[in-house]
């Protein structure tokens, strides 16, 4: 019974028996190549042998082979499965070679590539942990209503915290319904972004639209030379809220509008790059090396165990759409690949796609994937079999949602015509005040009279409400460009101090108070202080670069250092912005001496 056990098919299949003797002479049998891919995946991926090993493993056994029973066994391998016959040297079987190739190919890479790891998939449950967390620490409210520039502290902390989270929902959001690669979303700018499109008929439901030109897979395929159709991406609102980039990323966008105190041009980027200190260069992409610790800082303050990176939303929102999503919500694997941007080689309908290119534009494009209402225009001439169709529940509930919607809009819109007007009660015979609409006819009952009467009087007396006072934010626009690290930035300091700023329309020598105190001190009021240092320094020497550069010869290396050297000799310390150590300390002694009085 042992040996019958010993001898006969595992669970895969496979007889032990002949696997045994797999290496064994006097021949090769069928499982011989299988051990020997089994072998080389033991030793180089388990083992972490390198190909080197694989070489010298792959080389033994075909010489093994090629020289067993003579030459019976050499050249190209093939086996018969009728037979059972072997052929050839199973050290070339092509399963074989495709394992030493890519043993081959894992150590051609350097670096931290040559350990690559595969990207976490984060699924939609960990997505909404993400979302909810950072809603916790940064209300909607604070990203959407005007009141947060006075109800929440105006420092640049704040204005940093709001930016984080305003940006990292943007972002993730975006990436786990566009799928996009990290450089391909950070390089979205504000001219791919074409608001306010609606659907198609009947049901004509609000949407954007998103242009991705130069998605990975897209930039070597063949066989579509019609019109870029494929590379459009109708985003519409998601039924489930922490993925729905529809409202996400338009709320980012409003925020950072509202930020730098004007609108995107088309050529500022979405995903802007903040400094340290909360500046905002709409010109300049945020990088991967800034994005991934703050991705990182997230997941650790979020309490996330696992460890993510900026592609996770890629395989995470992939696999969703794949496998994950509700039935009937489910995508195909044509949808999939066309979606993330995973290009399918040349088509063979060539004479096809010069006669009708633009319906086969429509047809094979799935930019309308996240329609709530299937359109499905593959199946019928441009989707016609839609209009033929009887209503379903979810085409209900969509006009539903969407006659409310467009009254609820109505609505906010005569409130807010309303709230502007002003409407004085007439008063009759009696002393009884009679409102407009009653006037006109419109007859209410005693308590809905008594408050649109009391609304009248509210807004009446609108003059002694609390004003919101102005932000004291750091001011928008208003920067000192960097001196670069080639030699001469001394030079250049000098030309900021008197020479005027196309940006800021004004030299540095120029520029009122408050473009450099209070809020803005930490922005630009320490560089315009060592600008000033450096210019009067320069005067007084001559205004002459020869006797400068006779006084201070390291001047070309180092900015900062030419700096401590001017104030080392002239004895102008550093002042802080609560001033120097004397003036901290009269401050205080004065302070003691009246409290003391005081008492």
Request: glycine residues 8%; aromatic residues 10%.
């Amino acid at each position: 019974m042992k040996k019958d056990e010993l001898h006969g098919p595992c669970n895969d299949g496979i007889c032990i028996a002949v696997l045994e003797k797999a290496f064994d002479e006097p021949a090769p049998n069928k499982y011989s190549a299988h051990a020997l891919e089994m072998f080389l995946v033991q030793k180089c991926f388990n083992e972490g042998c390198g190909k080197d090993t694989a070489d010298g493993i792959h080389a033994a056994f075909a010489m093994l082979w090629d020289n067993m029973d003579g030459e019976k066994y050499a050249g190209e391998y093939s086996f018969n499965e009728a037979t059972g016959e072997v052929k050839g040297c199973p050290a070339r079987a092509s399963s074989v070679k495709a394992v030493v190739q890519s043993i081959k190919t894992r150590d051609k890479s350097k670096g931290a590539s040559a350990t690559r790891n595969h990207a976490e998939a984060m699924t939609l449950e960990e997505l909404q942990h993400l979302m909810r967390w950072s809603a916790k620490e940064c209300p909607d409210e604070w990203l959407t209503d005007e009141r947060w520039k006075s109800e929440v502290e105006d420092t640049v902390a704040a204005l940093k915290l709001r930016l984080q989270h305003g940006f990292m929902r943007g972002f993730m959001s975006s990436g786990f319904t566009l799928w996009t690669r990290c450089f391909e979303l950070l390089s979205l700018q504000a001219r791919d972004l074409k608001e306010n499109c609606v659907g198609p008929a009947p049901y004509y439901i609000p949407h954007f639209k998103v242009e991705l030109l130069d998605r990975k897979g897209w930039q070597h395929e063949k066989g579509y030379d019609g019109p870029r159709e494929a590379c459009m991406y109708d985003i519409y609102k998601q039924v489930i809220p922490e993925m729905d980039m529809h409202t996400h990323l338009l709320r980012w966008k409003s925020f950072l509008e509202n930020v730098i105190g004007r609108k995107l041009a088309p050529e500022d980027y979405l995903f802007p790059h903040i400094g340290v200190n909360g500046v905002i260069r709409t010109d300049r992409q945020m990088s991967y090396d800034c994005l991934q610790p703050l991705l990182t800082n997230f997941c650790e303050r979020s309490g996330t165990q696992k460890r993510y990176t900026t592609h996770s939303f890629r395989r995470g929102g992939a696999q969703y759409r794949f496998m994950f999503a509700p039935l009937g919500q489910r995508w195909s694997l044509n949808r999939i690949r066309w979606w993330g941007g995973w290009a399918i080689g040349e088509h063979c309908d060539t004479l096809i796609k010069y006669l009708v290119d633009s319906l086969q534009s429509f047809e094979n494009s799935h930019g309308d994937a996240l329609h709530p209402i299937p359109i499905e225009p593959a199946d019928f001439f441009l989707g016609d079999h839609n209009a033929m169709k009887p209503a379903t529940a979810e085409e209900v509930r969509q006009l539903g949602a969407s006659v409310t919607e467009n009254i609820r809009t109505l609505a906010t819109t005569v409130q807010s015509a309303l709230s502007q007007t002003s409407i004085q009660p007439v008063t009759m015979e009696g002393g009884i005040n009679v409102t407009p609409m009653q006037q006109m006819g419109f007859s209410r009952g005693p308590s809905e009279s008594n408050q649109l009467q009391m609304g009248l009087q509210s807004n009446a007396g609108g003059s002694n409400s609390k004003s919101v006072s102005p932000s004291t934010l750091p001011l928008a626009g208003v920067s000192i460009p960097s001196l670069g690290r080639a030699a001469g930035a001394w030079r250049r300091a000098l030309k900021q101090w008197t020479d005027v700023d196309p940006e800021t329309g004004l030299a540095l020598k120029d520029w009122p108070a408050k473009w450099y105190s209070g809020l803005m001190r930490d922005k630009t009021g320490s560089l315009r202080s060592q600008r000033e240092l450096l210019f009067t320094e320069y005067q007084r020497l001559g205004g002459n670069d020869n006797r400068f550069l006779e006084a201070y010869p390291d001047a070309d290396r180092s900015l900062n250092k030419l700096i401590q050297e001017i104030r080392k000799r002239t004895r102008r310390p550093r002042v802080s912005k609560n001033g120097t150590l004397e003036a901290r300390s009269s401050i205080s002694r004065s302070g003691s001496e009246s409290i003391s009085e005081s008492y």
